[in-house]
């Protein structure tokens, strides 16, 4: 989860994102946040998974090639492992999108972290030395931390943020 009472925010973003591995070549990355202003926002894979300090201490994109930043569509020597590109909230806030990259695996990422920014991430494409960093995309307004769940198809469960209380705590009551 991106913000509410297991991740961090600033503000009023939060959301849940999924990373399915299909297979060797393909990451199904699947999510809804809302809180956002609406048009793009980037959303990055860090190294670190620590939130003790917000979303400011993450490190940097997470990068197994150690290559500049670029966009979900380079190849893994031409962009960050964690280079996701865009989401794109409406008018009312929401960023609701599934897309498969092909450079993430699953099993790489697993307690790093996962942020959405304030602003659009360029892709490695604007003049200046901070794309080649991070997109220029600014501020880290929603961070969590990728955990293990179950594998594909193997959790009916769902994901409830209503009232606090785990799907597996509220069965029990």
Known sequence: MLGGNTGYSWGEAKGVVRLVQLDNDNCIVDGTIDGLK????????????????????????????????????DDQNNRHTGDLGNVIADDLGRASFRFVDKVVK????I????????????????KTERSTQDGNSGRRIACGIISRSAGLNQNPKQICACDGVSIWDERTT
């Open 38 to 73: 609406p048009g793009a926002h980037g959303l990055h894979i860090y190294e670190c998974g620590d939130l003790s300090n917000g979303c400011d201490k993450l490190g940097n994109h997470f990068s197994l090639m150690d290559t500049r930043h670029g966009g979900p569509q």
């Open 106 to 109: 699953v099993w790489d990422v």
């Open 111 to 126: 307690g790093r972290s996962l942020v959405v920014t304030e602003d659009p991430d360029d892709l490695g494409k604007g």
